[in-house]
């Protein structure tokens, strides 16, 4: 008898006989006797809370956490601090054990914190309109493709070598089936080679695809990209790491058509890759061709401020096979907890988060140059993540500083193969100056 | 509003006015109340040219989306913009209500659609 | 005024903050030493300044305008909103989880890698699949996944004419919206009399142009369709594939599987059938599991085991590439992951019994207050129709609102389209006959109420922090955020 299962076989017998069933089975009469499983599913015995506490617990200390492992490691996913409210609000039941919010007048809570999220993403991305949500920063690159080939009837686009390697592998899947060809432009300096991307661009050209800062930590000029890109009546989608925005000129004041971002740094735990969100925003001739959920704000009978879901004709449980996108919900929780650190962070915080990283970064690169053990790899500005070439073997470096608990950053061979023994190295405000000390000296012994 | 010369219908419930050689487009009182409250009306481009059956526009309530087709061949030659700030007055004069007018390329068309009281009859069946 | 909640923004306050940062403890440099001039903004974005207090009871405060399956009754059809373990939140919130990059070395991430290659075996012996990927994050995403695989082994033998899917008049709006997405297009077969598959009008339709059928069984209507071995064989009779839409699994674990059925590619949703919470919307998780001539096929990196430990397998060049960044929503996986270990076999199978028992005593109880248009045993949700109702000008949407009333979550209404005013009821396995016959109650007494106080329907709810909102206006003028309502 499981916990979870509050029928006693008492009352299953009285319900039984109500519907005038003999037993179990003859509900399951419609299927045949040739589809039946014949033996108990092969599956382990089941265990008892404390069983199972026990087992997951042994199968958690497997694997190397961030506190009790120096973490230098981004590359598209990042060590940021989380204040204690998050967590602790987004388990309140309300809001983790509810669905979608489809009857508005008891789902305002979550209906008005995707207000509130929209709100924020608006005004870091510089955009008109933002969506609840979608699953991950690479799903929405690719979303925000599709969304350009159907705006501009157009079926190709040039995306850039520095995007996300796996934002480019989803874009390339998604593409795929669908029709629609992808360029990629390369990089000079670490940076869009402009010359190269606007050789590229051509009538058929939907969309430019940017990510600033790009793959290699370097901040980029949008505003010549978005002159290229216009000038050829394509649209310009910029992926961007939404704590960055504190800092640098929202992308909507240079010109973008779509901004969407892997949402993770707001807020949101590493949690071995997900579940994180995907932030998608746009200009306002858009607004009807966005995927996903949208808030908007209105009034009840008697006059109330309510929010409900809007827009709703884009969606697929309307529209069909018509529908902008197939998705169904966002990642309202993952969206909530993004909320809920803006608002703890507010309008100073951010910008001090993002303070900290450029100066640790900065302060990161210089002391693993000064060692003579590292080369630079690239000359342009930076934000908090930076590629340094290792004099020797990049991965026994990196295995060595995993024996000392330091996650020492990301091997660039693995998708650049011309960039042999290049370290991707992030430095979020968590790391103390200590730690980067550690981590030089380390570096430089091992 | 308007008194056309020639009023028809066609199976997928839209309007058709003709005024000389152009056709003024909407859809019946018959679609405007299925689709109940209307929000928003996507009209089509100046100048393009639609063939029977294309896509001429979209008319949306909260809940449900509607393709408007071309019932006719011909060239877009006016819009109605007001439809972009006032959606719901279609709701409120559905058979004056005109989306687009379109440059009649084949008169012999208008007579493959029902009449006022064919379409009567249509919608009855359809009810 | 009453009841009306301020925004965060409006209780914002300059100086306020809600953060404890340290301080610079690096040299500290100007900062256009570090950046150019001319990429940074000129001030900062206007976000709230709340203290930590202001914003811990702002979110409580929106929390309790929600309401939640531990709120109470749920019965939200197609949805599965069963309840979510706590031991399993617990389990999700360890740090040996939480705190774990996806770039980690396959090393020090042996752990996970066991999570994700232990869940896709136990997924496997319950669908009758061979292997699973977890890269989709939600249904939908393992929809259009799974289409993306179908569509790939066809052109893989140089079949590429096959353009079309076939997806019943009874499904999700996901299914023709992922077929599209995924390059098809989508051909309706429409359902008999039972509800089931028609199966004339699959034989007309499954044409060599068709590269295969997507299929809920049991359906939206919640009936399981028996000539399932039948429209297997014409489906597969033809070259094409069928496509299982694991949306309703929690009605036969146990008791039959997909991959039995004639099926060769599945999604589930692990929110759904595995107890994972919904989160308001999300983060869901859609597994992808496929038979074994489709393996070669799946999203990559898979993850395998050498006989001594886990790797992320990346060498597979028939894998139709990635469809999300990283390995999927590791911490759901997690979740369903304890939940199937502390149900075991018997418990799944008992759930699904369950749950089926639960649907058919509401079908049996409310059969005489309501319109039942297909009028047979109901696996895990029964689908009934409101057009009783209809007739005194109440609608399934009022009686939705109505049962707000009561205190419950209405069940799902309009849908399936086939069904006029459909109200559709899934009650899961999680709750005990005593909710079910208040729940009969409530239900019973909204259909009194129709044919005595129509109007009283008509206006409910009354007794929620909002009354019906204007969808009209917000989508004829849509204010969708706090900027652009300063404007108005």
């Not at chain 1, 060692?371 to 000359?379: A, L, R």
């Not at chain 1, 020797?392 to 060595?400: F, M, N, P, Y």
């Amino acid at each position: 008898m499981s916990k979870y299962i509050p029928n006693t076989d008492e009352q299953k017998r009285e319900m039984l006989s109500e519907i005038g069933a003999a037993g179990i089975d003859d509900l399951f009469c419609d299927i045949s006797g040739k589809i039946r499983l014949k033996s108990p599913l092969n599956l382990p015995k089941p265990l008892s809370d404390i069983e199972l506490s026990k087992h997951m617990q042994t199968l958690s200390d497997k694997n190397a956490d961030t506190d009790h492992y120096t973490c230098f490691l981004g590359a598209g996913a990042y060590d940021h601090y989380i204040p204690s409210i998050i967590d602790l609000l987004i388990s309140r039941q309300e809001f983790y054990t509810a669905y979608t919010p489809y009857q508005p007048e008891i789902s305002q809570g979550t209906l008005q914190a995707i207000f509130e999220y929209q709100s924020m993403i608006c005004l870091l991305t510089g955009m008109d309109v933002s969506n609840a949500s979608l699953y991950d920063g690479a799903s929405a690159v690719a979303e925000a493709v599709l969304l350009a080939c159907r705006a501009t009837g157009r079926t190709r686009v040039l995306a850039a070598k520095t995007l996300h390697p796996e934002s480019r592998e989803v874009l390339r899947t998604y593409t795929k089936f669908s029709g629609i060809t992808v360029d990629e432009y390369g990089f000079l300096d670490g940076a869009a080679d402009l010359s190269d991307l606007e050789s590229r661009l051509n009538p058929d050209t939907a969309a430019v695809v940017v990510q600033n800062p790009n793959f290699f930590g370097i901040i980029e000029d949008l505003k010549e990209i978005s002159e290229l890109a216009h000038k050829n009546k394509s649209l310009l989608i910029v992926s961007c790491d939404p704590i960055s925005l504190a800092l640098l000129k929202p992308p909507g004041e240079l010109g973008a058509d779509i901004v969407v971002g892997e949402g993770q740094s707001l807020g949101n735990p590493l949690s071995f890759g997900g579940p994180y969100l995907g932030f998608f925003a746009a200009t306002k001739q858009l607004m009807r061709r966005i995927p996903g959920r949208i808030a908007g704000e209105t009034v009840d009978l008697s006059g109330r401020r309510g929010f409900v879901l809007t827009l709703q004709t884009r969606e697929q449980h309307i529209r069909r096979e018509k529908a902008t996108s197939n998705i169904c919900t966002n990642h309202a929780l993952n969206a909530l907890a993004a909320t809920i650190y803006l608002t703890a962070m507010g309008k100073n915080g951010l910008r001090e988060v993002a303070e900290l990283c450029a100066q640790k970064a900065h302060y990161a690169y210089s002391r693993l140059i000064e060692t003579g053990k590292f080369s630079p790899v690239f000359t342009s500005p930076f934000f908090k993540e930076f590629a340094v070439k290792y004099r020797g073997d990049v991965r026994k470096l990196a295995s060595r500083l995993l024996e000392q608990k330091i996650l020492a950053g990301y091997i660039m061979e693995n998708d650049y193969p011309e960039m042999d023994n290049v370290l991707l190295v992030a430095v979020t405000e968590k790391r103390a100056k200590h730690e980067i000390d550690t981590l030089v000296e380390r570096a430089v012994c091992a | 509003m308007n008194e056309f010369e020639i009023k028809k219908y066609s199976t997928e419930h839209e309007w058709v006015g003709v005024d000389g050689n152009k056709a003024y487009i909407g859809i019946s009182e018959f679609a405007a109340n299925s689709l109940g409250e209307i929000v928003y009306v996507e009209l089509p481009e100046l100048g393009s040219e639609l063939n029977v059956g294309d896509v001429l526009g979209v008319v949306e309530s909260v809940k449900a989306a509607s393709d408007v087709y071309s019932p006719i061949s011909g060239k877009v030659v006016e819009i109605n913009e007001e439809l972009t700030d006032n959606p719901e007055i279609i709701n409120e004069d559905p058979e004056n209500s005109w989306i687009a007018v379109l440059e009649i390329s084949d008169p012999a068309q208008l007579d493959e659609l029902m009449d006022e009281k064919e379409y009567e009859e249509y919608c009855a069946e359809e009810e | 005024m009453k009841n009306e909640t301020l925004t965060i923004f409006e209780k914002s306050r300059p100086g306020r903050k809600a953060y404890s940062l340290p301080e610079c403890d690096v040299p500290k440099k100007p900062l256009s030493e570090l950046i150019p001039e001319h990429l940074l903004r000129d001030a900062p974005p206007g976000l709230p300044e709340v203290s930590e207090v202001d914003a811990v009871r702002h979110f409580t405060e929106l929390s309790k305008r929600n309401y939640g399956v531990d709120s109470g009754f749920y019965p939200l059809g197609s949805c599965t909103m069963k309840y979510n373990p706590k031991i399993n939140e617990e389990i999700a919130r360890m740090k040996g989880f939480t705190q774990i990059h996806p770039y980690e070395p396959e090393e020090s991430v042996q752990g996970c890698l066991e999570v994700l290659y232990k869940t896709g075996e136990m997924l496997a012996e319950i669908t009758g699949m061979e292997k699973f990927s977890f890269q989709p994050a939600a249904g939908a995403h393992g929809e259009l996944c799974g289409l993306m695989i179908m569509k790939a082994w066809h052109e893989s033998r140089n079949d590429t004419a096959r353009k079309k899917i076939i997806v019943p008049d009874s499904a999700h709006g996901t299914n023709p919206a992922s077929a599209a997405v995924a390059g098809f297009d989508v051909v309706e077969v429409k359902s008999d009399e039972n509800g089931w598959i028609d199966l004339k009008s699959l034989r007309e339709t499954m044409t060599e142009e068709v590269a295969g059928l997507m299929l809920t069984n049991p359906n939206t209507l919640g009936l399981f369709d028996g000539n399932i071995l039948e429209i297997a064989d014409i489906v597969h009779e033809k070259g094409g594939l069928l496509y299982y839409d694991g949306a309703n699994m929690n009605a036969i674990m146990g008791i039959t599987r997909p991959g039995d059925m004639g099926f060769d590619i599945v999604h589930l949703n692990l929110h759904k059938t595995f107890s994972t919470p919904h989160g308001g919307g999300g983060p869901g998780s859609g597994p992808v599991g496929v038979v074994k001539n489709l393996v070669p096929f799946l999203p990559k990196p898979v993850v395998e085991y050498s006989g001594k430990s886990y790797y992320l397998d990346y060498n597979r060049p028939l894998s139709i590439g990635r469809v999300k960044s990283f390995y999927g929503n590791f911490t759901v996986v997690l979740k369903a992951y304890a939940y199937m270990l502390s149900m075991g076999p018997e418990g799944l199978r008992r759930a699904s019994e369950t749950a089926v028992l639960n649907a058919n005593y509401i079908l049996k109880k409310l059969k005489d207050d309501y319109l039942l248009p297909y009028d047979r045993a109901c696996m895990h949700e029964v689908v009934f129709s409101a057009l009783k109702q209809k007739e005194y000008g109440v609608s399934a949407l009022d009686i939705a609102k109505r049962l707000l009333d009561f205190g419950y979550h209405p069940p799902t209404v309009y849908f399936p389209l086939i069904v006029k005013e459909a109200l559709m009821i899934e009650p899961t396995e999680t709750e005990s006959k005593e909710t079910l016959d208040r729940f009969i109650s409530a239900m019973k007494q909204i259909a009194k109420e129709a044919e005595t106080n129509a109007e009283y329907l008509k206006s409910a709810p009354h007794s929620t922090v909002v009354s019906r909102l204007d969808e009209a206006r917000a989508a004829r003028n849509p204010i969708l955020n706090e900027m652009s309502r300063s404007k108005d």
